[in-house]
């Protein structure tokens, strides 16, 4: 019997291998895997709904005679083998849901008989073509109906759900160092309990943004922080604990105690902890905190968490995790989530989300934050410089403080056993100080993210009329740019440091110069709109491009109107230069619209895959064939 399998995944064919000692269980009582004496650990507590533990007997044969052992206990609801990526050991438990894509032309009835032949079960219809199944007792291994299905003639595609551990963006080099003063909020340009010099300003300017604001930020505002491992006891978080959840027990009392997640407290302790005279202050001291414990891959889990912060009316989400894995980008299930809570959340407003770009110094970021609908957040350092960890790329929205030349101070929950090489202090503080029993160094993009998302909280505060879009906005003009000037194209954008790196009092001071100008919603009837009743008045900024560089070509237009149309789609959705060239076609005057302004055709191709992905077709254009 094979051990290989290949599954489809959001980029193609994906190459699996069985486990030959971990599987996955649903169990009537969590106590059955203690008891068992052919487990011999626990390995993962929720995976897909699934506990994964390890077996006393490994090896192909013996372990599937175990699994099916245990699948014949009263106690196990469903047991399934573990996978694997070919070269990794990161554990994959496929759910049991299938998402079907069928060939136009196929109808209701063609396809229930598709469902029958390999005995799944409809559990809802996405649309005409579109359905997620799932597997029965009959069924077979969800991963083998699923590749069967694909070579069947009415099936375009059969991709089967699966749960991956997401990476939690950490950051434990050696030079991890400590500040305990929260440089990263006003940076005085050194170490106060330390010989060691910093740059002063290279912050974040949160201390300027309370003094506009004449405060910490509105009371009024739910911070959202998805993650797991949340010490809701700890004194940074008291009073301010509202509408607590864990997607993993679909529970309203969030696990707390297992040393495998710790990562969520000082991630939430950056963005929301509060003023009580000890510990440390967030971004956002007086916003509410809450907690949405337990990360996951699979779609359900991806639209449950999401679908959370509309129903209980999330202003701002903060998630510092994700996947860089090019096998597990997201389908067009997960970005149609996080899409929708950023259209219907906040009442309309949009549901503000800010995701950490990761921490393995890519030039790609991760593929949550590459959303075009999120705020993606890189890590620059207290020298005002580029964090080596901190992945890159044309997606980057901003950058903001973190480690890299000297760490934060965060919150540390009650069973976090530190860093498991070092020793006493240093297991949480790296120069060994102990400064607090309730903190600890922390950094990363898992700290920039949070961090942001405390000043989308007092942007919100300063302007709660403000939409989703237009925070991210905000936060993007008002950035400072840092590092080498060379490093930003003709819109302001590094593929570093993104817009810059955030500036606090900047945003807030734009939010309320909007909201004093009345400068906020959006307008009453769309460009396409205006245009068709044949009226509106539209702002123009032009300037002459030169016949040189490359951009992405979307299409050739013959009336004016369809091009101001589509030059403010792409603005909005982009926020790359638009370039619209005019010729003469036969008599006819032909307008060529183009995307983006760059010198190297390999910028031009990155940004016609970000347009790809956001369904918008087009080519690089080279700007000197234009004239022809």
């Known amino acids: 019997m094979s051990k290989k399998i290949t599954v489809r995944s959001a980029k193609g064919a994906v190459n699996l291998e069985k486990s030959d000692k971990l599987v996955a269980l649903k169990t009537k009582s969590s106590k059955f895997t203690e008891k068992d004496k052919r487990i011999e650990k626990k390995y993962r507590p929720n995976l897909g709904g699934f506990e994964v533990v390890e077996m006393k007997k490994k090896g192909e044969e013996e372990l599937d005679r175990e699994l099916d052992k245990l699948r014949k206990k009263v106690d196990v609801e469903v047991g399934s083998h573990i996978y694997h990526v070919e070269g990794s050991n990161k554990p994959i438990v496929p759910t049991g849901e299938i998402f079907i894509v069928f060939h136009e032309g196929t109808n209701e009835e063609e396809q229930m008989l598709v469902l029958d032949e390999y005995k799944l079960d409809l559990v809802e219809r996405r649309n005409e073509n579109r359905v997620v199944a799932k597997v029965t007792p009959l069924s077979s291994n969800p991963l083998k109906v699923a590749a069967a299905m694909e070579e069947y003639p009415l099936v375009k595609m059969a991709e089967p759900d699966l749960d991956v551990p997401l990476d939690e963006y950490v950051f434990f080099e050696p030079e991890d160092t400590l500040y305990p003063h929260q440089w990263h909020l006003k940076n005085p340009g050194f170490v106060v309990d330390l010989n060691r010099r910093l740059t002063k300003g290279a912050d974040a300017k949160v201390v300027d943004a309370w003094k506009r604001l004449d405060g910490f930020g509105s009371d009024k505002i739910k911070l959202g922080i998805i993650d797991n491992g949340f010490d809701l006891t700890h004194p940074d978080f008291d009073g301010k604990i509202v509408d607590q959840y864990d997607l993993w027990d679909k529970s309203t009392n969030v696990a707390q105690g297992n040393p495998t997640f710790t990562h969520g407290t000082p991630c939430a302790s950056v963005a929301v902890a509060g003023l009580n005279d000890s510990g440390i202050v967030g971004s956002a001291p007086n916003a509410r905190f809450v907690p949405i414990s337990g990360t996951s891959f699979d779609w359900r889990t991806t639209e449950e968490m999401f679908q959370y912060c509309i129903d209980k009316k999330v202003d701002i989400v903060s998630c510092s995790w994700g996947s860089t894995d090019p096998r597990f980008d997201l389908n067009s299930i997960k970005k149609d989530a996080i899409s929708k809570a950023a259209k219907d959340g906040r009442d309309g407003k949009g549901l503000v989300i800010c995701y950490a770009a990761g921490n393995e110094g890519l030039d790609y970021i991760n593929f949550y934050a590459a959303h075009p609908d999120v705020i993606a957040v890189g890590a620059c350092t207290s020298k005002d410089e580029h964090a080596s960890y901190s992945n890159q790329g044309i997606e980057l929205d901003i950058v903001a403080p973190s480690n890299g030349d000297w760490p934060i101070t965060a919150a540390r929950a009650w069973w976090d056993e530190g860093v498991g090489s070092e020793s006493g202090n ?77 500036n606090a009092d900047k945003a807030v001071a734009e939010a309320i110069r909007m909201r004093d100008g009345g400068e906020v919603g959006t307008p009453e009837l769309s460009v396409e709109e205006l245009i068709k009743k044949g009226r509106g008045i539209f702002r123009f900024g032009v300037e002459v491009q030169k016949a040189e560089g490359f951009g992405v070509q979307i299409g050739a237009f013959a009336k004016y109107g369809n091009v101001l149309i589509q030059v403010e789609k792409l603005q909005r959705k982009f926020k790359f230069p638009i370039i619209v060239s005019i010729n003469e076609l036969n008599g006819i005057t032909v307008y060529k619209i183009v995307v983006g302004a760059f010198q190297e055709k390999s910028d031009a191709k990155d940004l016609q895959k970000q347009m790809k992905n956001a369904g918008v077709a087009g080519f690089v254009r080279n700007f000197k064939d234009l004239l022809t």
């Open 426 to 502: 240093f297991k949480y503080w790296r120069d060994g100080q102990n400064r607090s029993p309730h903190h600890k160094h922390f950094g990363g993009t898992s700290s920039a993210c949070p961090l942001v998302a405390g000043i989308c909280a007092l942007v919100l505060s300063a302007n709660p009329d403000l939409t989703a879009k237009q925070v991210k906005e905000v936060l993007c003009r008002t950035a400072d740019k840092i590092g080498n000037p060379l490093e930003y194209d003709g819109r302001g954008h590094s593929k570093k440091f993104g817009y810059g790196r955030v």
